[in-house]
């Protein structure tokens, strides 16, 4: 059995030699039964499975730390435990066979996984990882983002300037969304994903004249559906492709009331969807070394035609990348990067009058930003939370320049729970 296993033994062994077990107690070195074969090794980060010969049926197990280091030597006659605390515990055993294996969705050295606080990326980022065949993973993302004030190109605006040319102007603006998710792996290669939102949003406005209003939307959002492909796996590296569908299941028809008419068709950042089918491709790339993370995502939005009140929202594309920092086996921090420009609207809603509030050009709605991200990730391994994430992500603009008058974007927070199993 040995010499059939010789391969893939040598290849495990090499890998095991130069991973450290990560975990938080002492070592005990008290096999559960009284024999002295060894047959189990677990660790926080690896298994190693020894199988004794079918007259020996016991398994006993021994608990390692950090400073643990497992080895083999070259007959596979003998295991050495050696301790940060000194102890060399040497276990002889004969005719047995040694397999190496993952456990826990962590894996060897040479391997990326997700088993540690900065296997996801941070919880802004959507898409971006796959799972293995068989399992699930559901996520709630709550996201808040606050605008405050106009801007044209690089240039602050007061509300005065904006007045000399509008009647009405928007002042600040707040949107907050709950994002419940579901992904879901038919295969090791591909992982599917459904996001569901729910979406609300606050305007206040000033008049001319000085009268300041406040108007309101809200409901679900619009549905995406997304595939996503593994083409690359290999060095600790992964790529995969992401490809979905955004269905238009948000209203584009929000209505409030204003002092000029009851009931009035909402500007075009007040609705909650596109009103179109979008296509939704894009690219991830992920990296790992033993304390450090790091990706780079690829995402676009197409639009696909007019919707009912003959206009389409402006194409955006994003680029973002972030490096993570992993400092226990439970918490790892971010920061992040993320660049995104987005078109105009093509044509336009026949109810708004864009001589009355910048909110209604659909000349005005494009923009460049650049956005700065900071993020803790807190992963549980173990215990009645084992599969479980917590994720919260802070970020703000270093630059943005818009197509104005327009509403600048101040800050967004982003916090989220996620559960495998």
């Known amino acids: 059995m040995i010499q059939q296993n010789w391969y893939l033994l040598n290849a495990a062994l090499a890998l095991l030699t130069a991973t450290s077990v990560v975990a938080q107690t002492p070592p005990t070195l008290q096999p559960e039964t009284e024999t002295e074969v060894l047959t189990a090794v677990t660790g926080t980060n690896l298994e190693e499975v020894i199988v004794p010969t079918p007259n020996q049926q016991t398994l006993p197990t021994f608990e390692l730390n ?22 060399n515990v040497t276990l002889p055993f004969q005719d047995t066979t040694v397999i190496i294996a993952d456990s826990s969705d962590r894996a060897t050295n040479s391997e990326w996984t997700s088993g540690r606080p900065d296997g996801h990326a941070p919880i802004g980022v959507m898409g971006d990882h796959v ?34 040319d509008f009647m009405v102007t928007p002042e600040d603006m707040t949107m907050q969304m709950h994002m419940f998710g579901a992904m879901y792996a038919p295969t090791d290669d591909l992982t599917l994903m459904v996001m569901l ?17 406040t108007t309101n939307s809200g409901g679900l959002g619009d549905i995406k559906f997304t595939g996503l492909y593994n083409v690359l796996r290999e060095n600790r590296q992964r790529v995969h492709l992401n490809f979905g569908v955004s269905f238009p299941t948000g209203s584009i ?17 007040m609705q909650i ?11 991830t790339y992920l990296g790992q070394t033993d304390d450090w993370s790091w990706g780079t995502q690829l995402n676009t939005a197409i639009r696909l035609g007019q919707n009912s009140r003959d206009y389409s929202l402006g194409n955006r594309y994003q680029l973002t990348t972030w490096v993570g920092r992993q400092w226990t086996e ?8 993320s660049g995104q420009t987005w078109g105009n609207y093509d044509g336009a809603d ?3 009058n864009p001589m009355m509030i910048p909110t209604a050009d659909p000349e005005l709605r494009g923009g460049t930003r650049l956005d700065l991200g900071l993020g803790i990730n807190v992963y549980f391994p173990e215990g009645s939370l084992a599969g479980g994430r917590l994720g919260v992500e802070f970020e703000f603009p270093v630059y943005q320049s818009l197509e104005g008058p327009q509403l600048e974007t101040d800050w967004q927070l982003t916090a989220g729970l996620q559960y495998s199993f």
Do not use: C
Request: aromatic share 8%; glycine share 8%.
């Open 350 to 352: 026949s109810s708004l």
């Open 330 to 337: 439970q918490v790892s921090t971010s920061l992040r990067l």
């Open 273 to 283: 969807g596109s009103g179109t089918f979008d296509l939704l491709p894009g690219i």
């Open 253 to 269: 028809d929000e209505r409030d009331d204003t002092p000029a008419v009851n009931d009035q068709i909402l500007p075009y950042p």
């Open 197 to 213: 939102p729910f979406v609300s949003k606050e305007m206040d406005h000033r008049t001319r004249s000085g009268v300041e209003f």
């Open 131 to 164: 799972h293995k065949a068989g399992e699930w993973m559901v996520s709630y993302r709550y996201m808040f983002m606050a605008m405050a004030g106009n801007r044209d190109g690089t240039d602050n605006l007061s509300t005065d300037e904006v007045l000399r």
């Open 66 to 87: 950090s400073q643990t280091q497992v080895s083999v030597d070259d007959s596979f006659s003998t295991v050495s435990l050696n301790t940060s605390i000194g102890e």
